[in-house]
């Protein structure tokens, strides 16, 4: 058996870069003073927190002060929607948002919707896009905020970010934008964008875990989320993560610089996977859109057999993949994405998401081709809904 | 979640893997709908299990149950395959997640299908042919785990 490990699950989290690393170690010790306090230890990591947002800002066009550091990406968009639904609640009680969101959305619109705000979860056709069109038919007089992701982290769709701020921009209302997977593989710029607010997560382009950011634009009303001190303008209390900060400003610095040369390797290898897997396996679906994609996301639906019975074959061959399967999460449902892009429960428990980055070679590909149709054949050989199939197709 | 050696045995070398195309009781249980379907094929001579076989949909835990099942039942006669337990199947494999316990109510369940497909054959049972593990919904069988995603 091989004892190679190939890496192919980046939409999950990535490895930290070696000069990521290397820019945070000197906050942990040396320069470990708080940047709250007014001696000269404290300045200094202050500072460096005010360049690492001076960065951030550089980065996707916006001013530093509408940069706030958090502890994730999931904080970046609970305090976004709860933010702005209770900043806004005299002006109205209606969100729209799309039923293909991130459970950091999702559910956190699901909680409004218990404190009485009303959610419209706009369906998506079978890509996974949601259209401009079907934004502006949902708004409402009582709308105050629309949250749309950028690109989804199961199939890899892009959505119209730019047409749907347009309309958000010329009916004046607060647009959201989960940018967790877009970071680092698609470049933003808010002002052509017309997002009012964006999220992003250090860990999803080679930064550290455990911390992320929300632009806010300048105007937006929003209540703080973090009650205490007078961090991040008050608007964020707690003493900040220095480490994670400068790690998380490094990251996207490295990411916008090898933007171009590391997107054109991803999409390679996604391209190939894809046109490998559809030619060497019978009975497969490609999940998403062909061309609207991320440059590193294959999802696949294998039919006749199970998600996480594949990852568990591909685990024991050095191979980490992920999946859409329920039996991964322990929920009952499969993936609520691949169920509103109109797969049948059945196809949905079938799937298998591979995620490209970085470190990821043409011999990965090689490695993964070598196995994967082995591995679903001998599943569906074991198969009795694959056993119907063939038994219908002699008759 | 972490399977046990015995269940990742069975998962990868399933006993008894197949069908019997002369069987005399066949018993399916699951959808498609829940992730999880075993379809378990019985050779019954003089009320012995003479040979069984199975195909199974499903997760990691389905496939091993399944193949255990196959193994507690061989040998053994149809009175003592209906006194086997969801709970002597996992804990033939050294336990389940808690999580995936559900599969081993369906290995269960495809052995008394099996046998209940069997005695209607051969008009030793006065049900009627439906069998109750077959129409379960998947709510009922499977365990509901909130904030694991």
Known sequence: MSTRSIYLDHAATTPVKPEVLEAMLPWFTENFGNPSTVYSIGRTSKKAIEEARETVARIIGAEPREIFFTGSGTEADNWAIKGAAYANMKKGKHIITTSIEHHAVLHTCQYLESEGFEVTYLPVDEYGLVSPEQVEAAIRPDTILISVMFANNEIGTIQPIAEIGKIAREKGICFHTDAVQAMGSIRVNVSDLNVDMLSMSAHKFYGPK???????????????????????????????????IVGLAKALELADKNMDEHNKKLIALRDRTIAEIEEKIPYVRLNGHREKRLPGNVNFSFEFIE??????????KGIAASSGSACTSGSLDPSHVLLAIGLPHERAHGSLRLTFGDGNTDEDVDCLMEVLPGIVERLREMSPLYEEVRSRKKD | MMYSEKVMDHFMNPRNVGEIPDADGVGQVGNAKCGDIMKMYLKIENDVITDVKFKTFGCGAAVATSSMATELVKGKTIDEALRITNKAVAEALDGLPPVKMHCSVLAEEAIKAAIEDYKRRNGLTDNNGTCEACCRRCEDIHHHLDGED
């Open chain 1, 307 to 316: 998600g996480e019975s594949l990852l568990l074959m591909l685990d024991l």
């Open chain 1, 210 to 244: 455990g911390v992320g950011a929300l632009y806010i634009r300048k105007g937006v009303k929003l209540t703080s989320f973090m009650h205490g001190g007078a961090q991040e303008r008050g608007r964020r209390a707690s003493t900040e993560n220095v480490p994670g």
